[in-house]
């Protein structure tokens, strides 16, 4: 039987006087102690028990009885003074910026704003009107207060998605070897790519409508994207020989969901005649196997792109568009996290993560490409512009908007 109320009042009156005088290390032991003995279960309540100021009573004589008095609360002042360091002019200049790049969060939206400082000041469309004084401002904001000033800006506007994959034939499955895993190498050497499609079928897949292709690079995060007409085999096939035609690396393998448009015979016999590209598959209804390419599915396609339905040649037109202005700024100017490790503490899981990169720096790092390959890439980089490509991008989404409303106004 555990320790009563009382008794847990006074073993935190005297263990709080000395867990506030500890130093750091000292804090963790007197607090692994001091759970044990109490049987709190919640480690953070116990920081807060220990952590708050013992508040001294006062014995006082009132009508001939004694009588214990606690002292008042000292109430924080409402209306503080003080200059806001980020003046609503700084706010909205943040706020351009941030619908600029498509809502990115505050961990994302910092490396952005200053790595690419440059040209935003001085680009002229669109003008976000940024003087030396607003451009210190922006370089020097946090992650966290980006979240903190955006946060009534921000807007729950997801959609729900639709999964329209279907099996390929059981004798093609028995062919392709599954993986459920990589490696330490191989989550580090460029290469391993995995492939899916999105389908732009808004809520039904009867007819034929448009899909998207999406390839991601396991170790550096590099994302293509090719628009498909229909979920015809030699549309996949055709967009899989150009991934590893325009890819700046070598691809080493890839690896798909078990949908049909990956597993057939065209794909098979493709995968024969290369012979040194391997094709391996996920576990029916295991999404996590195909978890890299998952990610950009949300991240990218329905982000950028949405969930409407897409099913005629101007629209299909509109989306390469997109895609082709998009993928260079993903893959050289736009950072992303990853995971390094997951651990587990009781039913918690804490997910650590890396300094948000672009790809491009991933790759320029990787000690598995040639320095000739690094240099190629350099100088691709140095014809971008990359408010340039951003503002194409809102342009081709804007087109892509217009024909489909197009089309559904014709339609009614």
Same mark, same amino acid.
């Given at each position: 039987?555990?320790?009563?109320?009382?008794?847990?009042?006074?073993?935190?009156?005297?263990?709080?006087?000395?867990?506030?005088?500890?130093?750091?290390?000292?804090?963790?032991?007197?607090?692994?102690?001091?759970?044990?003995? *109490?049987?709190?279960?919640?480690?953070?309540?116990?920081?807060?028990?220990?952590?708050?100021?013992?508040?001294?009573?006062?014995?006082?004589?009132?009508?001939?009885?004694?009588?214990?008095?606690?002292?008042?609360?000292?109430?924080?002042?409402?209306?503080?003074?003080?200059?806001?360091?980020?003046?609503?002019?700084?706010?909205?200049?943040?706020?351009?910026?941030?619908?600029?790049?498509?809502?990115?969060?505050?961990?994302?939206?910092?490396?952005?704003?200053?790595?690419?400082?440059?040209?935003?000041?001085?680009?002229?469309?669109?003008? &976000?009107?940024?003087?030396?004084?607003?451009?210190?401002?922006?370089?020097?904001?946090?992650?966290?207060?980006?979240?903190?000033?955006?946060?009534?800006?921000?807007?729950?506007?997801?959609?729900?998605?639709?999964? $329209?994959?279907?099996? $390929?034939?059981? !004798?093609?499955?028995?062919?392709?070897?599954?993986?459920? /895993?990589?490696?330490?190498?191989?989550?580090?050497?460029?290469?391993?790519?995995?492939?899916?499609?999105? /389908?732009?079928?808004?809520?039904?897949?009867?007819?034929?409508? !448009?899909?998207?292709?999406?390839? !991601?690079?396991? !170790?550096? $995060?590099?994302?293509?994207? &090719?628009?498909?007409?229909?979920?015809? /085999?030699?549309?996949?096939?055709?967009?899989?020989?150009?991934?590893?035609?325009?890819?700046?690396?070598?691809?080493?393998?890839? /690896?798909?969901?078990?949908?049909?448009?990956?597993?057939?015979?065209?794909?098979?016999?493709?995968?024969?005649?290369?012979? *040194?590209?391997?094709?391996?598959?996920?576990?029916?209804?295991?999404?996590?196997?195909?978890?890299?390419?998952?990610?950009?599915?949300?991240?990218?396609?329905?982000?950028?792109?949405?969930?409407?339905?897409?099913?005629?040649?101007?629209?299909?037109?509109?989306?390469?568009?997109?895609?082709?202005?998009?993928?260079?700024?993903?893959? &050289?100017?736009?950072?992303?996290?990853?995971?390094?490790?997951?651990?587990?503490?009781?039913?918690?899981?804490?997910?650590?993560?890396?300094?948000?990169?672009?790809?491009?720096?991933?790759?320029?790092?990787?000690?598995?490409?040639?320095?000739?390959?690094?240099?190629?890439?350099?100088?691709?980089?140095?014809?971008?512009?990359?408010?340039?490509?951003?503002?194409?991008?809102?342009?081709?989404?804007?087109?892509?908007?217009?024909?489909?409303?197009?089309?559904?106004?014709?339609?009614?």
């Amino acid at each position: 039987m555990g320790l009563t109320m009382k008794a847990k009042k006074e073993v935190t009156e005297q263990v709080r006087d000395r867990y506030q005088k500890a130093s750091r290390k000292e804090k963790t032991a007197i607090l692994n102690e001091y759970i044990q003995t *109490t049987g709190y279960t919640n480690r953070k309540y116990a920081i807060r028990k220990l952590g708050k100021k013992a508040v001294k009573e006062v014995l006082v004589i009132a009508g001939g009885k004694a009588a214990k008095l606690k002292p008042e609360k000292k109430k924080r002042p409402k209306n503080r003074k003080g200059r806001p360091l980020y003046t609503e002019e700084v706010i909205c200049r943040l706020r351009k910026i941030w619908a600029f790049y498509w809502y990115k969060c505050g961990k994302y939206l910092a490396p952005i704003i200053r790595e690419q400082m440059p040209f935003l000041e001085t680009h002229s469309k669109p003008d &976000f009107r940024i003087t030396p004084e607003i451009k210190e401002k922006l370089l020097k904001i946090s992650p966290a207060q980006i979240d903190r000033r955006l946060r009534s800006d921000k807007a729950a506007l997801r959609g729900k998605g639709f999964n $329209g994959t279907r099996l $390929g034939e059981a !004798a093609l499955l028995k062919r392709i070897p599954v993986r459920t /895993h990589y490696s330490d190498s191989e989550r580090e050497m460029p290469g391993f790519m995995q492939i899916d499609t999105v /389908h732009h079928c808004n809520v039904s897949d009867s007819g034929e409508f !448009a899909l998207t292709l999406t390839a !991601a690079d396991v !170790a550096s $995060g590099w994302v293509e994207l &090719f628009p498909l007409p229909n979920k015809a /085999h030699k549309w996949a096939l055709e967009a899989m020989q150009s991934l590893r035609a325009s890819l700046p690396f070598p691809l080493v393998e890839l /690896h798909s969901d078990n949908g049909s448009e990956f597993i057939n015979h065209d794909t098979v016999n493709w995968r024969d005649v290369t012979k *040194t590209l391997l094709f391996t598959r996920s576990r029916p209804r295991h999404k996590n196997d195909n978890c890299f390419v998952e990610q950009k599915n949300g991240a990218v396609v329905r982000n950028y792109v949405g969930y409407a339905r897409f099913d005629t040649d101007k629209e299909l037109s509109a989306m390469a568009k997109v895609y082709k202005s998009l993928c260079p700024l993903l893959n &050289f100017f736009i950072p992303e996290k990853k995971l390094l490790r997951k651990t587990a503490h009781g039913s918690k899981t804490i997910k650590t993560y890396d300094r948000p990169k672009t790809p491009f720096q991933r790759l320029m790092e990787s000690p598995h490409l040639s320095q000739e390959l690094k240099d190629r890439l350099a100088g691709q980089r140095a014809l971008l512009n990359p408010v340039d490509l951003q503002y194409a991008v809102h342009i081709a989404v804007r087109a892509l908007l217009d024909a489909h409303k197009a089309k559904v106004t014709f339609s009614k």
